[in-house]
């Protein structure tokens, strides 16, 4: 079985399709009306995994989703996030010499990780 996409619920298509686009580096791979007032975009890059978490006490279980993404730059990633308004959540993490990440929300609240191993 191969895992095919995740579902965002989202606010406002164009502000979402910027994050994803323009920070993320995803491309629009089809975009399309479905019903009176309701579009749906697909962004994509080639690629897709699931993280599955266990453990530490300052997670939820059950509650959220965070969607993982490796870019070039951990700090020019933050640079341009800072530059368009977002607030990072905290600083750079590195639980082990090889992986270095840290957490932005997106325009909805959804939870980004921004994540680099060596």
Known sequence: MNFRHVTLFVKDLERSI???RDI???EITSRFPAGPGKEIAFLGSGSTEVELFCG???FVIGTGVSLGFV???LEDTMDLLRSKGYEIEGEIVSPSPQTRFFFVK???GHRVQFITVD
């Open 18 to 20: 910027s994050f994803y």
């Open 24 to 26: 993320v580096g995803l």
């Open 56 to 58: 530490g006490d300052e």
């Open 71 to 73: 870019p070039e730059s």
């Open 106 to 108: 997106d325009p909805d």
